[in-house]
């Protein structure tokens, strides 16, 4: 029996362009207890197909066409046609929430910061299963515990902003699941989340279906979590269905062209050298006037640019109320050494806490350490960060520049893209302005896009314009070295292989170096030459790219390596080795590789250039008995 039936739906937008299709006779179907996901990029229309569904489509949006039919396992009812209902009537209400639930995106968005954890999914509980006060306290404590809560009874009465986006994420799926629904909709549940958390919380899901007998439609742009979880799968474009079938059929023997071009675009472990992506819409850069006439060939490649020496950082945070209470030091960065070489591009991987964004930030001197030193060699010799002042912190700004994670929240709004590229120039008083405005147009050209864009203001572009325009600011100052912060995380897989590609060519074409922040080990390894693992603030495993996804020797890099969930149905994830392991966890792993509290974080070099955190094996020689004893 079908949970779900979408028959010929139309949704329509009244802009004031005028009317807009958004969905376009979209036809699917959701079997009970099965898993069908809903697969395409933004724009495509599965966030409206969702909001049909849950009767939560804006004020502006019309179903202009089609049926979309639930038929309860729990009841002996005919079906009932969601698109007739009133949005705001008592029977969507009682349905909304209760027999179809959802999961949102964003958890931090979709969650009052205002009231308890308790209090919100006790709320559902209290509606629409007309629960007293303190029963729902006792489902919510129960489904916590379902849904793996570190500690059910504190999470009752903890705020969003104190959890974790893992935890936050769980107690979205708590809420959802209290009432026990019979079809789940899950909206890009794991976009945002590490590739550990995103491999539990897939797990959990799994679990939680199971138990409960419920039907989910997943919706993703994600095709490694298609490949792991759905049994059916419906490829959407621009509010059509371009294809639909069993996900066995749609991976092995995919039929359309844009299903085809959606796999392409997907990295991938074993990649061939030289092998690229192939995004839908390539961009072809080609530098040209002031950033090519302006680099300077100061130092030879492959030399250090940047070098971090025992660099320590810490955090004082207070525990308890707006009055006081006890200080607590966090260790974000412990004696952390690295460095980075001119003209490569070093992958930087870990957790969400690992202390990616910290060392990132420390580099750019956007905060100050506490011991140790990050020097920078400009092509004249290394000189210490930190004592940088006037004229010469001045030239390193220009040297270094970041490129931010959420493009939205890191461009003004209130400025235009040409106010945006120009703001550098301006502050560091770069040529004319008739100089300034050809240079903002070639920094366009240089990303891929049109110069009649600048008058226009940030919320007029997409996701991935948002984060090219961020790039093109970055480079405005003619940087040599980039801080990239999680530039893809969350984008679509095609808009992330057109962004990942032209960073490939903009590094060869403008001989530029790259310290690359992210989870995602397969990004990493298609546009990184080294890799550098960090857990708890502490760097645990350093090796050229392929000599690491290969021989991965840290218990922490096997354990990422093995989160990540791969577009294949042949390499499936193994939920319960994940479940078993504690792998970030450092007084959990084995010797030699246990940490405990006032042990230095040892990096011993186990192969040529393959150095793996092993305080047990600090100052053994030769390297081959140091690996024999490691393993």
């Not at 096997?558 to 994830?573: F, G, I, K, T």
Request: glycine content about 8%; hydrophobic content about 40%.
């Amino acid at each position: 029996m079908d949970v779900l039936t979408v028959d010929d739906l139309s949704v329509d937008f009244l802009t004031a362009e005028g009317r807009a299709r958004a969905v376009n006779g979209v036809s699917f179907s959701v079997p009970e207890n099965r898993t069908v996901a809903l697969v395409g990029e933004s724009g495509s229309g599965k966030t409206v197909v969702s909001q049909t569904i849950m009767g939560l489509l804006p004020e502006k949006a019309q179903i202009t066409g089609g049926r979309v039919l639930f038929r309860d396992p729990a009841s002996d009812g005919s079906p009932v046609d969601i698109a007739t209902l009133n949005r705001k009537g008592s029977t969507l209400r009682a349905i909304r929430g209760n027999r179809i639930a959802i999961i949102f995106q964003e958890p931090m968005t979709s969650l009052s910061p205002l009231h308890t954890i308790g209090d919100q999914i006790g709320e559902a509980a209290q509606l629409h299963r007309g629960a007293g006060a303190s029963e729902a306290r006792e489902l919510t404590r129960e489904m916590l515990s379902l849904v793996r809560f570190p500690d059910p009874v504190r999470g009752l009465d903890a705020y969003p902003f104190e959890l974790s986006g893992g935890l936050r994420q769980r107690a979205m799926i708590a809420m959802a699941m209290i009432c026990h629904p019979a079809l789940l909709i899950a909206d890009e549940p794991t976009t945002a989340l590490d590739v550990t958390i995103q491999a539990e919380i897939l797990k959990l899901m799994k679990d939680v279906q199971e138990t409960l007998k419920m039907s989910m439609l997943l919706i993703t742009h994600d095709f490694g979590v298609v490949a792991n979880m759905a049994d059916e799968v419906v490829v959407v474009y621009h509010g059509r269905v371009m294809e639909q079938g069993s996900a066995a059929e749609l991976f092995g023997n995919p039929q359309h062209a844009y299903l085809k071009a959606l796999l392409n675009a997907v990295p991938r472990f074993g990649m061939e050298a030289g092998e690229r992506l192939v995004p839908i819409r390539p961009i072809k850069p080609h530098a040209e006037g002031f950033l090519k006439s302006g680099r300077t060939r100061a130092a030879t490649p492959g030399t250090p640019l940047a070098t971090l020496s025992g660099v320590t950082k810490r955090f004082v945070t207070r525990k308890s109320g707006f009055f006081g209470g006890k200080s607590h030091a966090l260790l974000a960065l412990d004696d952390i050494n690295l460095t980075v070489n001119r003209g490569e591009c070093l992958g930087l991987v870990g957790e969400s806490g690992s202390g990616k964004t910290t060392t990132a930030k420390a580099i750019l001197r956007a905060l100050e350490i506490d011991e140790g030193e990050i020097s920078y060699d400009a092509g004249s010799g290394p000189v210490d960060v930190a004592r940088l002042s006037g004229a010469g912190l001045l030239d390193y700004r220009k040297r270094v520049q970041l490129i931010f994670q959420d493009p939205f929240s890191s461009l003004n709004p209130r400025m235009t893209v040409n106010d945006l590229l120009s703001e550098p120039l301006v502050i560091h008083k770069v040529g004319t302005p008739a100089e300034r405005a050809e240079r903002v147009r070639e920094l366009m050209r240089l990303v891929g896009l049109d110069a009649r864009f600048l008058r226009r203001y940030p919320h007029s572009f997409s996701g991935g314009q948002r984060q090219r325009i961020g790039i093109a600011r970055a480079l405005a100052l003619n940087p040599e070295f980039i801080l990239c912060d999680e530039p893809t995380s969350a984008l679509d897989v095609s808009v992330q292989a057109q962004i990942l590609n032209l960073l490939k060519d903009l590094k060869r074409e403008l001989g530029l170096t790259y310290l690359f922040v992210s989870h995602n080990l397969a990004v990493v390894d298609y546009i990184a030459d080294r890799i550098a693992v960090m857990c708890r603030g502490r760097v645990v495993e350093v090796a050229p790219t392929r000599e690491l996804i290969e021989n991965p020797m840290h218990p922490y890099t096997r354990a990422l390596l093995d989160s990540v969930p791969e577009p294949d149905l042949n390499a499936p994830l193994d939920f319960a080795k994940l479940d078993a392991g504690r792998a970030s966890e450092p007084d959990a792993w084995p010797h030699p590789y246990r940490l405990a509290d006032g042990v230095t974080p040892t990096l011993v070099e186990m192969e040529p250039g393959h150095f793996v955190c092993a305080p047990g094996l600090a100052g053994r020689a030769p390297l081959s008995s140091v690996k024999e004893a490691a393993l």
